[in-house]
């Protein structure tokens, strides 16, 4: 059973476009929704966060969109650059310290220029 | 302050061998995890410990061991590797307060059994 489902599996975007990346969850005790991204050979690093109590969350270029009654949230990067290529994971978890990340199998951004 | 440091990089095993990947933090993070991430599986947890002396399975535990003796240093133990156990192994902390649930990973360790 996977917890938390994200789609596509890849995307190609052009430079200056829109990049979006959707989640969906099944487990309502989550409370706790980051975003990592993870370029090739290094460890995921932690790129924007969302608790439930909000809608959206933006940071610079970055938005995360979140739906509590639909159990989805997306990330979306504004005015995408080929440094933005890389894999996005979506997770979730219970929002305590200590607990663990639950994560979406990834999606691997490509942004041409 | 280097953050987590994971070693080896690299490593290749032989069926049967054992092996342990270090992991170090260097932020005076209680909590730690290890990950491992299979291509287009996503990461998914090992183990994890809440502070020295404490620990605790994830969602695949079987085949591996750690043991937590110091805040510092969370190591991981391959027993009998298998060509199950090749993957990416990634070390990760986090600090104790009820806020703060931002895990910082390692470099991984690329492990090859065959």
């Known amino acids: 059973q996977q917890q938390v489902k994200q789609s596509p599996q890849s995307l190609i975007v052009q430079k200056g476009g829109i990049s979006i990346i959707n989640c969906a969850y099944e487990?309502?005790?989550?409370?706790?929704f980051p975003w990592y991204q993870q370029f090739p050979g290094k460890g995921p690093a932690l790129l924007i966060a969302?608790?439930?109590?909000?809608s959206e969350k933006k940071e610079g270029r970055f938005t995360i969109s979140f739906n509590k009654s639909a159990k989805q949230f997306s990330l979306h990067i504004m005015d995408s650059q080929p440094g933005d290529s890389a894999t996005y994971f979506c997770?979730?978890?219970?929002?305590?310290?200590?607990?663990?990340?639950?994560f979406g199998k990834g999606t691997t951004l490509s942004v041409s220029s | 302050n280097a953050g987590v440091t994971q070693t080896p990089k690299f490593r290749i095993l032989k069926i049967g061998q054992s092996m342990t990947l270090q992991c170090t933090q260097d932020?005076?993070?209680?909590?730690m995890y290890w990950y491992r991430q299979d291509p287009g599986m996503g990461l998914k947890l090992i183990y994890y410990?809440?502070?020295?002396?404490?620990?605790d399975k994830g969602e695949v535990p079987n085949g591996y061991n750690v043991s937590r003796s110091t805040t510092e240093d969370f190591p991981l133990r391959l027993e009998l590797a298998a060509p199950s156990q090749t993957s990416v192994y990634f070390c990760?902390?986090?600090?104790?307060?009820?806020?703060?649930?931002?895990?910082?990973f390692g470099p991984g360790t690329r492990l090859t059994v065959t």
């Open positions: 487990n309502t005790a989550f409370d706790y």
């Open positions: 932020m005076n993070h209680n909590y």
């Open positions: 997770a979730a978890s219970k929002g305590q310290a200590g607990t663990a990340l639950i």
């Open positions: 969302i608790r439930p109590d909000v």
């Open positions: 990760a902390s986090s600090r104790r307060t009820s806020d703060a649930v931002e895990q910082y």
């Open positions: 410990s809440v502070g020295a002396g404490i620990t």
